[in-house]
């Protein structure tokens, strides 16, 4: 079945470590994104591509880096400039400049400072 | 930018009621989604409503594009309710999408 893989489910990061966040699908959509959630809170656009090799920072960009190469791809970077990493990560593809399609999410990500 | 504006923050109910929960946004959108959250984080897709009302099973949504509003029905509430719901829209000039805070719902068995 077609859909959004995020791993790893659990992360750990070590003080000046950066990470990266996998994000996969094979929804064959133009547009994926990167939110952040924190306990209690809503959901927060760090970064968001509209296509292959193109991106663009959300409301919360500072501290993180992402890259598109593949169309399927689009891994989030948690570099260690971001000073309060640990939240939920919720990695979303819709078809880009179709306005009638919903937008569809992975499980997510936890990702915890050691 | 836009601002998405949920209502209300947190709702309380016993098992049956039924509850109306609000999103309202300040700018022109081309779509807006209902999300629920589960305990495990995953959020489920509800309704893509832009306009219009649209219904499934014992949830229900409007939305008035023109006075910038959006309504999400949930009638003789159960237990598995329980969760956040949250809106999102898509501005027209791009591809941004932007999530209201949600609404915390609880309902008592």
């Known amino acids: 079945d077609g859909g959004i893989t995020q791993s790893p489910k659990y992360l750990f990061r070590k003080e000046g470590q950066n990470v990266t966040l996998s994000c996969e699908q094979n929804?064959?959509?133009?547009?994926m994104y990167w939110y952040r959630q924190d306990p209690g809170q809503g959901l927060r656009l760090i970064y968001y591509?509209?296509?292959?090799?193109?991106?663009q920072k959300g409301d919360i960009a500072e501290g993180y880096s992402v890259s598109r190469e593949k169309k399927e791809s689009f891994p989030l970077t948690v570099t260690s400039a971001q000073k309060n990493p640990t939240a939920f990560y919720l990695c979303?593809?819709?078809?880009?400049?179709?306005?009638?399609?919903?937008?569809?999410f992975g499980d997510g990500t936890r990702l915890s400072i050691l | 930018g836009i601002q998405v504006e949920q209502s209300p923050p947190d709702l309380i109910l016993q098992e049956g009621a039924n509850s109306t929960l609000r999103c309202n946004f300040s700018?022109?959108?081309?779509?807006l989604q209902w999300f629920h959250q589960n305990p495990w984080g995953q959020l489920i897709n509800l309704f893509y409503?832009?306009?219009g009302t649209k219904q499934n099973g014992r949830l229900s949504a409007t939305t008035v594009a023109t006075e910038r509003y959006s309504l999400l029905y949930i009638s003789s509430s159960q237990t598995t309710d329980s969760g956040v719901y949250f809106c999102?829209?898509?501005?027209?000039?791009?591809?941004?999408?932007?999530f209201g805070k949600g609404t915390r719902l609880h309902i008592l068995p």
């Open positions: 999102a829209v898509r501005m027209n000039r791009d591809d941004k999408i932007i």
């Open positions: 979303a593809s819709s078809i880009q400049g179709y306005s009638n399609q919903p937008q569809h």
């Open positions: 409503i832009p306009s």
């Open positions: 700018d022109s959108v081309n779509n």
């Open positions: 929804l064959n959509h133009d547009a």
């Open positions: 591509s509209q296509i292959v090799n193109d991106f």
